[in-house]
């Protein structure tokens, strides 16, 4: 009789076929077909569970996603099927097509790997080897897999390239990694997977780096080479919506717990435990307050242009420059209390628009901040200096933005020290303190909060400290680069209401820049939409995503629904 445990240590009956499971267990579908069947399964480093028991079943042929925040143990739980999470203490079951994956000797694993069961990692760049051709990776599987010769092997790495849809297979297998977009590297990573044609694909959130339009494109790529080839594919994921896409089932994983699985329409229809609730409700509220009528503008351009510098080629380059134009003719403003979202792909110039507005890069063109311009060269740094104050950023990772050697009185008061030097130690740090706690980080949450480290915390903590060192200057302006990307959807749904909260409050402007349609919905009072470095459509985001024009923000839409 098939035995499953349930959320904690103890077990209970396999529940008919058909049946749904909301508190851990294998899925229903009984033994039949049955792929992969995992059972008691558990995590732990020097000694302490990450994976709680848990259990949980794939068919032959079907998509399953295992789906929950970061920590949640979704990672580690499909890593260690393959023994590949280092100094992990893994026991329970799991077999695939009638052999126990963590009792089977090293060598007999390694067969598996790759071969049998492949996966696709998060991140394509770190993922592939910068110092080899994208061709020469791919051959490399066929050689060690299937006993191919090189000229063999590199054939068909170019006929893998062609299948996942990557344009001009032959001249793409000689390029290396930094020489594709982030998309075609994605399918290069898909196509290494599917080298030797496993039984299972592991995909361990393989849009997460990509822009939305690109996600659904992966993902029915996935899902077309998953009908052609029989495999099972297992999708790890926060993103609710690919689940939505992809997903013939979905197991809810918290804090190393299974706690609800079944069917995608079932589960998302009716969730039964909270966590699947939390997750299901966590899309991007809209709460925002329209700004005052007839204000001047914090921030106005016209005619906006950003130039890269670039080589030509031959003779040519030899006496002259070319360039490449990143931002072709932007107009825009934005008053105070007002956002706008600026939506589109990596490479649309979005990104760049936002270095120009903060004085970063050189341009062309009318760009004003509280109605003066930047200007160049060393003997007016007073002048920036001045603008600086107003304009503040919050990045995208707040991990990377954040300095790991200062501590947080450090870096919520560094601005302090450029902008109001006269400010004594007690002021400037009363000064941090009151920001902090605008923000939801007090003494009494977090004791001894101001001589922590940014490593101490949490990404949604490490966010709100940026979003307190941008505001301890008392800034007019944020520029918020891809605020909540890196974050977990609950996790993302609180910094947003943070950011409206401040936004009325203090009466902030942001110039949003995001490829989240939500996030745009829930924060942007007006939208440009951005394409090849040019505006195609601009206007309330009413007009432009409730009756988009332009057949790009179409797409965007669409594939945002």
Request: glycine share 10%.
């Amino acid at each position: 009789m098939n035995r499953t445990p349930t959320l904690g240590t103890g077990v209970s009956s396999l529940p008919p076929e058909g049946a749904r499971q909301p508190w851990g267990g294998p899925a229903a579908g009984g033994a039949q077909n049955v792929l992969l069947q995992v059972d008691g399964l558990r995590v732990a480093f020097d000694g302490k569970p990450v994976v709680h028991g848990i259990g949980f079943s794939l068919k032959a042929g079907e998509k399953v996603a295992l789906v929950g925040e970061s920590g949640s143990g979704k990672t580690v739980t499909a890593l260690s099927l393959l023994k590949l999470v280092l100094n992990a203490e893994v026991s329970g079951r799991a077999l695939f097509d009638g052999r126990d994956l963590l009792a089977l000797p090293e060598r007999e694993l390694r067969g598996v790997r790759g071969r049998e069961i492949a996966m696709i990692f998060q991140e394509p760049m770190t993922a592939l080897n910068p110092l080899y051709t994208v061709g020469n990776q791919i051959a490399e599987v066929l050689e060690l897999k299937n006993g191919l010769t090189p000229r063999e092997a590199l054939a068909g790495a170019v006929r893998l390239l062609a299948d996942v849809g990557v344009p001009e297979p032959e001249r793409r297998a000689d390029a290396f990694p930094h020489q594709l977009s982030g998309g075609q590297r994605q399918r290069a990573m898909i196509a290494m997977a599917l080298a030797c044609e496993p039984k299972l694909l592991l995909a361990d959130e393989p849009t997460t780096a990509l822009d939305v339009t690109l996600r659904v494109q992966i993902l029915d790529l996935l899902a077309r080479l998953q009908r052609e080839r029989g495999m099972a594919v297992l999708l790890i994921t926060h993103d609710l919506n690919l689940v939505r896409r992809f997903a013939d089932r979905v197991v809810v994983m918290e804090q190393g717990h299974v706690v609800e699985q079944g069917a995608v329409a079932e589960v998302f229809g009716n969730p039964q435990h909270p966590y699947t609730r939390k997750l299901i409700d966590s899309r991007p509220e809209r709460d925002v307050a329209e700004p005052a009528p007839g204000q001047a503008p914090v921030m106005r351009a016209q005619g906006l242009r950003v130039a890269y510098p670039t080589r030509l080629p031959g003779f040519a380059g030899w006496f002259k420059k070319g360039e490449f134009v990143a931002v072709k003719q932007a107009d825009f403003g934005i008053a105070a209390g007002q956002t706008l979202g600026v939506v589109g792909e990596s490479g649309s110039g979005k990104s760049t628009l936002a270095l120009a507005a903060l004085g970063l890069l050189p341009h062309r063109g009318e760009l004003q901040v509280v109605g003066k311009s930047w200007q160049g060269g060393g003997s007016h740094g007073a002048h920036n200096r001045a603008i600086r104050r107003v304009v503040q950023v919050v990045f995208q990772d707040p991990f990377s933005s954040l300095s790991p050697r200062m501590t947080v009185d450090e870096i919520v008061g560094e601005g302090l020290l450029v902008h109001e030097p006269a400010l004594n130690a007690d002021a400037r740090r009363q000064r941090v303190e009151q920001v902090l706690a605008e923000v939801g980080m007090t003494e009494a949450q977090f004791p001894g909060l101001l001589q922590r480290y940014p490593h101490e915390f949490s990404g949604g903590q490490r966010q709100r400290l940026a979003v307190a060192r941008a505001l301890v200057v008392q800034p007019e302006l944020l520029v918020l680069d891809e605020p909540t990307s890196a974050l977990d959807v609950t996790i993302q749904k609180q910094v947003l209401k943070l950011l409206q909260r401040l936004q009325r409050e203090r009466r902030l402007s942001y110039l949003l820049i995001t490829h989240d349609v939500d996030v745009i919905r829930a924060m942007a009072h007006q939208v440009m939409v951005m394409k090849d470095g040019e505006v195609v459509e601009s206007g309330s985001v009413e007009q432009v995503l409730d009756a988009p024009r332009h057949a790009y923000t179409q797409r965007l839409v669409a594939a945002a629904g």
